[in-house]
C-alpha cells in the first residue's frame, strides 16, 4: 500500500452501521489501524473522516480502541469527534487546567445522544505507515463537513 495512490469515494466506506449496531457487535469495528467515515444518517452528510494508529502504554491502538475507548466514551478532551458534534450542537469548547479542549461534563450526554441518534460509522484498514495519507487523502476527496483539510 505504502507508495501507491490512493483514491477515495463515499463507495470507499461500503459498510455502515450505527452506534447500536456497533456496540451490539464489537467485532463489526476492526481491531487494525485506518480511517473511519462518519455520516449524519439525518441528511446523508459525510461529516467526518479520522483515523486511528496510535500507541498507549507501548502498544498499539487500531480503529476499535480509538471508537470505543474515545469516541463512545463521554468524554470530549480525549475525541476531536465529539467535539465537532459538541460545535454542531452550538455547545462552547473550552480549554481545561491541562490545555486540552474539553467540554462541560454536563452536555457529554447531548453529544452522545447525537452520536446514538444520528451517526453511521464506516471503516477502511490500512497499514500503519499508510494510515496518515489515507487520511488525508480521504479529507481531501470527500470533503467532510466537519473536517475537510
Not at 467515515?37 to 487500531?62: I, Q, S
Request: hydrophobic share 35%; net charge positive.
Amino acid at each position: 500500500m505504502v507508495g501507491e495512490k490512493l483514491s477515495f469515494s463515499i463507495g470507499t466506506f461500503s459498510n455502515w452501521y450505527s452506534c447500536q449496531e456497533i456496540e451490539a457487535d464489537k467485532m463489526l469495528v476492526p481491531e487494525v489501524p485506518g480511517i473511519y467515515a462518519v455520516m449524519d444518517c439525518e441528511t446523508g452528510v459525510l461529516v467526518y473522516v479520522g483515523k486511528a494508529m496510535g500507541y498507549f502504554k507501548e502498544r498499539p491502538r487500531g480503529l476499535r480502541d480509538r471508537i470505543f475507548k474515545e469516541h463512545m466514551k463521554p468524554r470530549a478532551r480525549g475525541s476531536a469527534l465529539r467535539r465537532y458534534v459538541a460545535a454542531e450542537l452550538g455547545i462552547s469548547i473550552y480549554r481545561d487546567q491541562s490545555n486540552h479542549d474539553t467540554v462541560d461534563e454536563i452536555h457529554e450526554v447531548h453529544i452522545s445522544r447525537f452520536l446514538g441518534d444520528r451517526a453511521l460509522f464506516s471503516f477502511a484498514t490500512f497499514p500503519w505507515e499508510s494510515v496518515s495519507g489515507a487520511q488525508k487523502t480521504a479529507r481531501r476527496e470527500l470533503k467532510p463537513k466537519w473536517n475537510p483539510r
